[in-house]
């Protein structure tokens, strides 16, 4: 083996050879010492040269948690595959949430005893010293996202040399145990508006709505869009011979600002749809292009003019709606009509999906047109609604049977009784 073993007071030491410096030509050594013996010393130097001539060594990098998750968040904005502003923005939430437990830390100090704590704190939440409630703990699937972010910034930080051993591997994250009564009692449905509560809060936004109010939520109502996809709608996204709309992107606005919109492909691979609507809803989509068209004029040199749909008129005239004033008008529209502040833009597509339902359309035919690969909140709607069909199914079941019987049971003495008369 190359190297020196030395003795430095009661400890044994050992320097190595790792190559040549590329760049000033000279060696690059590694030094190593604290051990009890001579022996301990050669034995890890060995292991240092072993992992060496691998390629698996990489020169150790001192930091903080902290340092580590901001040069990773930087690195994964901008390198690899694209990512949506939105996925960004998760993944920086989640860094935050797992900063109160690393923060100053030295990573190579962070083991997994450390991280699997970590998780189970935010699986219970905090109490105070009486047992009351100060956090609430998170959901499953909210732990399960702050835990794919974590290990990334750990694998990036083995990557870089900064993390000797990955803490997040062979980790549990916790999952709430359900009971039998639990599993039994799963009833939670997503508030949604009943028919006649709809029909009200249409009625309140034809009489008290403001600019455009009427024909974004008569829209939402009527096709289940996303607010995002609606926000989205371009002239070229509508086919009024077939009364067709093209859902292909939505819009993202982070900071609420007209002028800093993304637009960004829809949330799944099937959220990329064509869906079949009402002639009158398609009317009034005509009439928004109408509406675009006289702002434009107005404004000849300052109009946005990319051909959004349900576009700003005034100071940001041609610019995408964006969701937050649609939850903002929804809200204010709720308040006047008397119905339950707590229901949202996303509430019409539940309302839709519920009403579509009752109306008799098949689930698949809901999920497609929802743009749904698969959703568990869609599908309990559609069960909710659907169970006293599926009783009525089962009582025609019944009476077909027990019908079928009783004829049969004629025909048998029809039967027996004709054969009497030939005897």
């Known amino acids: ?7 430095r007071g009661s400890t044994w030491s050992y320097i190595v050879d790792v190559g040549i410096d590329p760049e000033t030509g000279k060696r690059k050594q590694k030094s190593k010492g604290g051990f009890k013996t001579k022996k301990l010393a050669q034995a890890h130097a060995a292991d240092f040269l072993s992992e060496s001539n691998k390629g698996e060594y990489i020169a150790s990098v ?16 901008r390198l690899g595959k694209p990512k949506k502003q939105g996925t960004i923005l998760v993944r920086t939430k989640e860094k935050k949430i797992l900063m109160p437990f690393f923060r100053k830390m030295c990573t190579m100090d962070i083991t997994s005893e450390d991280y699997q704590n970590a998780l189970y704190k935010l699986e219970l939440g905090q109490t105070d010293d009486e047992g009351n409630i100060i956090k609430k703990g998170l959901a499953y699937n909210t732990i399960s996202g702050i835990h794919a972010t974590a290990s990334m910034i750990f694998k990036y930080g083995v990557r870089i040399g900064s993390v000797k051993k990955n803490p997040t591997l062979d980790v549990y994250v916790p999952r709430e145990t359900k009971t039998v009564s639990d599993l039994e009692a799963h009833t ?60 292909s992107k939505t819009v993202y606005n982070a900071t609420n600002n007209y002028k800093m919109y993304t637009l960004v492909t829809p949330k799944t691979a099937s959220s990329f749809r064509e869906i ?12 928004l292009l109408t509406l675009a068209q006289i702002e434009k004029k107005k404004r000849p040199n300052s109009y946005h003019d990319e051909g959004f749909l349900f576009a700003m008129p005034g100071a940001y005239a041609g610019y995408p709606l964006i969701p937050a004033k649609v939850r903002k008008r929804m809200t204010r529209i709720l308040r006047l009509a008397g119905l339950n502040e707590n229901l949202s833009p996303h509430s019409l597509r539940h309302t839709h999906a519920s009403l579509l339902a009752e109306a008799g359309v098949g689930l698949e035919q809901i999920m497609q047109r929802l743009g749904h690969a698969n959703d568990d909140i869609t599908k309990r709607i559609y ?22 019987t009783e004829s049969d049971l004629k025909n048998v003495n029809k039967m027996l009784a004709s054969e009497d008369d030939e005897q």
């Open 1 to 7: 083996m190359k190297g020196s073993f030395y003795k």
């Open 62 to 77: 001192k930091m903080t948690f902290e340092e580590l998750a901001d040069q990773w968040l930087e690195a994964y904005s």
């Open 188 to 247: 939670y449905l997503p508030a949604y508006f009943e028919k006649d509560e709809l029909l009200l809060f249409l009625d309140t936004v034809r009489e008290y709505g403001l600019e455009n109010d009427y024909e974004t939520f008569m829209t939402l109502a009527y096709t289940g869009l996303r607010v995002g996809e609606l926000c989205a709608l371009k002239e070229t996204d509508l086919d009024f011979t077939e009364n067709k709309i093209r859902i």
């Open 276 to 287: 079949d609507t009402d002639p009158d809803i398609m009317n009034i989509l005509k009439d």
């Open 383 to 404: 069960l909710h609604i659907t169970k006293p069909k599926r009783k009525e199914a089962v009582q025609k079941f019944g009476d077909l049977m027990n019908s079928t």
